[in-house]
């Protein structure tokens, strides 16, 4: 099993200032997925609870030279935890800086040095052999080598349960609405969490989005309309605009043309986090049955409405029971 | 009393439109000592008034005067009275206001449920909204009856800033306070005994920037609770420290305490050029009163 690269200005830059920092609140411990064409860090795909988390990222984005080889189709699987992989690309890119070498942010072009590997060592202390995800930076004057722990590569086994679990993470709600107002979205959510633990969701095929939180003593929510859809779409019914919210949503739910879901404000407030890593739009959608609630976020090519094909991410959060069933 | 509710047909009690949130927020805030805190709302053809209070010995009002709504549709008989949770009030208020957006949102009692409902309404795309369970009115455990000690009130009024922060200084001896009045020199003494012994003291003539105004024509002195003075202005809302404005503490029969402070509840941000007296005094018009009431202690 061998693995060897060298990271990408663009790389770089984008994990330090923007993926690390959302992905480590999304959850600290993450597995790293490397297969031939690509790089992911997923969170919860193995272990049932918890925001499901899939930030993915073509090889060449990241990566120079890149070089995997394993007996399990080329594909490497391990967990680390996040908050120090962070802590290794932030030393990496300040020596570059520090000694005068090449500074990633301004020299585009220029060899970029950091090259990581996956490596086997022997700490001091200890008799066993530990595996790390060691990063070589190459100053003009020095090098330092900055190793990060990693925990075993997974087995076969476990390898093909993730890649299982990946492809069932990529299954698309039949309805996907856009949310266009990410930062109103996270300040509303935000303020919510202070009236309730549980969130219902529900969103229609005419484009509305509802999020509402009840307890005893208050009913709160908000509802987003005339978004865009995606996917299955219907005609909002004749009259609908002069109900309350909550009216209209279980009017489309009896009409079948809109789906409810629970889901936990916790885990709702963690997938926002996502926001740290700059997303151009996010869609909403629920999944058949009601299975979970899928959050896509779309990163757009630098200075245009293109769609970046290169990363992606989106988030799966539980449902904790179907609403209005 | 309580209203019943509404008829299909029948207009709501109270409907009415504000767009100051947070100024609403503020005003609320200054009278929450503790996290939960029940609260009775009055509601009348001049205004809302909240009133939440304490062990027979603290009580709070916030007048909302319907000046400082940009609308007003009062259609009771009588004057409807209901219970709810401060705490809840504020939270949900808070859920309206969003850094760099004043929303408009439409206040509505009773709603089918009895419930006082609040709704964003200057987006129709976007719509936040709150239900709040009400309770059938307590009747409050005891009327401040607040006449003047004679037919010259002792009073003073003091920088809001400057009076928060001598009764936050106060709780290092904490227990009781005594605040004494004198006219000669004209000064304001507050006296900490406990653990130890602070003394405060405001001086009129020597520094009129701390104490505006001075109302004593003979020497009292008064002894409160440190809890019920610090429930005062523990939770004042920095912009009325910011706008340095005055609070005024006049002393009534037996010693009971009224403080009141004034907050702004003007829309952040609105700028009248061609009008500038006018929306100046409109502005100003835009004053929520809070006032509390402290019982002083019993002489031993």
């Known amino acids: 099993m061998k693995f060897k690269a060298s990271l990408t200005h663009d790389g770089v830059n984008l994990l330090d200032r923007r993926f690390m920092p959302a992905l480590d609140k999304v959850g600290r411990i993450c597995h790293v997925y490397l297969t031939r064409d690509h790089a992911m860090f997923l969170h919860n795909l193995l272990n049932g609870d918890g925001v499901q988390c899939v930030a993915q990222f073509d090889k060449d984005l990241l990566f120079l030279d890149y070089r995997i080889s394993s007996k399990n189709e080329d594909r490497i699987a391990f967990s680390l935890d996040l908050a120090l992989l962070h802590r290794a690309l932030r030393s990496a890119l300040s020596i570059l800086q520090r000694q005068g070498g090449c500074d990633p942010r301004d020299s585009v072009g220029s060899p970029l040095q950091i090259q990581i590997k996956l490596l086997k060592k022997i700490p001091a202390g200890s008799q066993q052999p530990t595996p790390f995800l060691s990063f070589e930076t190459k100053g003009h004057k020095s090098a330092v080598i900055h190793d990060v722990p990693i925990s075993r590569p997974l087995s076969r086994d476990d390898v093909m349960e993730l890649q299982a679990a990946l492809d069932m993470a990529q299954q698309l709600p039949q309805t996907l609405v856009q949310v266009p107002d990410l930062a109103q979205l996270q300040n509303l959510v935000e303020r919510l969490k202070n009236v309730g633990d549980l969130l219902s969701v529900s969103i229609t095929q005419y484009g509305d989005l509802h999020l509402q939180v009840s307890t005893g003593l208050v009913t709160m929510g908000s509802e987003f309309r005339r978004l865009r859809v995606l996917g299955d779409r219907a005609d909002a019914p004749q009259g609908n605009q002069n109900l309350t919210a909550a009216s209209r949503t279980r009017l489309a739910i009896e009409r079948g043309e809109a789906q409810s879901v629970q889901v936990s404000m916790k885990h709702l407030s963690k997938s926002l986090q996502c926001h740290s890593a700059k997303p151009d739009c996010a869609y909403y959608g629920i999944a058949p049955q009601g299975a979970c609630l899928t959050v896509i976020y779309q990163f757009f090519q630098p200075g245009t409405r293109q769609m970046d094909k290169s990363i992606s991410l989106h988030c799966r959060l539980p449902v904790l029971e179907p609403d209005y069933a | ?300």
């Not at chain 2, 929450?32 to 009775?40: I, V």
């Not at chain 2, 009055?42 to 400082?68: D, F, M, N, P, T």
């Not at chain 2, 009781?176 to 003394?199: A, C, M, N, Y």
């Not at chain 2, 005024?248 to 009141?260: D, S």
Request: aromatic residues 8%; glycine residues 6%.
């Open chain 2, 1 to 300: 009393m309580s209203s019943s509710p509404p008829e299909a047909d029948e207009a709501p009690d109270l409907v009415c439109r504000l767009d100051s949130v947070q100024g609403m927020v503020d005003a609320l805030s200054s009278v929450r000592w503790k996290r939960n805190q029940d609260a009775l709302v009055e509601i009348s053809e001049h205004g809302i008034v909240l009133i939440v209070e304490e062990a027979g010995c603290l009580q709070a009002k916030v007048y909302l005067k319907r000046e400082l709504f940009l609308t007003y549709e009062y259609s009771a008989e009588g004057r409807p009275r209901f219970g709810l949770s401060l705490g809840l009030l504020v939270d949900c208020l808070n859920t309206f206001s969003s850094p760099g957006h004043a929303p408009v949102i439409e206040i509505l009692y009773p709603g089918p449920d009895m419930q006082l409902i609040l709704k964003s309404v200057d987006s129709v795309d976007v719509c936040i909204y709150a239900e709040i369970r009400t309770r059938i009115a307590d009747t409050i455990s005891w009327d401040c009856d607040f006449g003047p000690s004679r037919n010259n009130p002792l009073s003073f009024t003091i920088k809001t800033a400057s009076l928060k922060e001598a009764i936050d200084d106060l709780e290092w001896p904490s227990s009781t306070i005594q605040i004494l009045l004198q006219p000669e020199p004209s000064s304001v003494v507050f006296k900490g005994e406990g653990h130890g012994d602070l003394q405060i003291e405001f001086p009129y003539y020597a520094n009129s920037d701390l104490l505006i105004t001075f109302q004593c024509d003979r020497q009292v002195s008064y002894r409160y609770k440190y809890k019920f003075l610090r429930a005062t202005t523990s939770n004042i809302a920095g912009s009325v420290l910011k706008d340095n404005r005055g609070s005024k503490l006049t002393f009534g029969r037996g010693g009971m305490l009224k403080i009141q402070h004034l907050v702004s509840v003007a829309r952040p941000g609105i700028h009248h050029p061609h009008h500038s007296d006018f929306s100046g005094l409109q502005q100003s018009a835009r004053i929520a009163y809070i006032e509390f009431y402290v019982k002083p202690e019993e002489d031993e």
